[in-house]
């Protein structure tokens, strides 16, 4: 049974940073790709940013405009989400996904496994 488990989440002020961690276990990321999703309220779940399994090679929602980086570890068998400049726009839970989505990065349905995501507040 694969689990994610998402942390890093917090209250951060308007131009802060925070990290994001993913840990899989049942699964290895090394053979599946990591993803964050986020989902503010009254909103759709909405495509961040995912990583693949080989390479890596990364791919990032266009509203991110280089202030995320996605990465991973494989030896924690963790995938990160490292969030800079920081706005009240970007308050949501943040999901991580894992699964095999081929060209479908975007799409929510191409993951199979969710974690239950961590709550991100950005507020002065």
């Known amino acids: 049974q694969v689990q994610l488990v998402e942390s890093g989440g917090g209250l951060v002020e308007p131009g802060g940073s925070l990290t994001l961690s993913c840990t899989a276990s049942?699964?290895?990321?090394?053979?599946?790709?990591g993803g964050w999703f986020r989902q503010a309220p009254g909103k759709e779940r909405e495509f961040v940013a995912t990583?693949?399994?080989?390479?890596?090679?990364?791919y990032y929602a266009q509203w991110v405009k280089g202030r995320f980086t996605i990465s991973r570890d494989n030896a924690k068998n963790t995938v990160y989400l490292q969030m800079n400049s920081l706005t009240p726009d970007d308050t949501a839970v943040y999901y991580c996904?894992?699964?095999?989505?081929?060209?479908?990065?975007?799409?929510?349905?191409?993951?199979?496994?969710w974690g239950k995501g961590t709550l991100v507040t950005v507020s002065s």
């Open positions: 049942g699964r290895s990321f090394s053979n599946y790709a």
């Open positions: 990583i693949s399994s080989s390479k890596p090679n990364r």
């Open positions: 996904a894992s699964g095999r989505p081929g060209p479908q990065v975007v799409e929510t349905r191409a993951y199979d496994s």
